[in-house]
């Protein structure tokens, strides 16, 4: 089992920026992690995926150029830097891992195998 716990959401106003955290329990290095998104009433969205090694990273496009999903080895973390926020970009953010690929994995958070309580981000205009 590996536990996820993510922070670093907060309240901010559009053009602003926020670090999220995802703090793993154990060695995270060798497993697909993304963050996932899910605004009231809407269905969970795929924000960004790094594949192990970090050798392949996905992002949907209304975050291209915003976003920068990253991870440290070292402290078993996953981070996503959103940079240029925008009232849209308000969800509840979570972290998933799995050992599969990110390319069978998709952009399902169902299929990940461990996922974090979330951690809120709102973004005011």
């Known amino acids: 089992q590996v536990q996820l716990v993510e922070s670093g959401g907060g309240s901010v106003q559009a053009g602003g920026s926020l670090r999220l955290s995802c703090a793993a329990s154990?060695?995270?290095?060798?497993?697909?992690m993304g963050w996932f998104r899910q605004a009231p009433g809407k269905e969970h969205e795929g924000v960004a995926t790094l594949d192990s090694g970090g050798r392949s990273t996905y992002y949907t496009d209304s975050v291209k150029g915003r976003f920068t999903i990253s991870r440290d080895g070292a402290k078993n973390t996953l981070y996503l830097q959103m940079n240029s926020l925008k009232p849209e970009d308000t969800a509840m953010y979570y972290c998933?891992?799995?050992?599969?690929?990110?390319?069978?994995?998709?952009?399902?958070?169902?299929?990940?195998?461990?996922r974090g309580q979330g951690t809120q981000v709102t973004v005011s205009s």
């Open positions: 998933a891992a799995d050992l599969r690929t990110c390319t069978v994995l998709g952009g399902n958070i169902g299929r990940y195998n461990y």
């Open positions: 154990k060695y995270i290095y060798s497993m697909c």
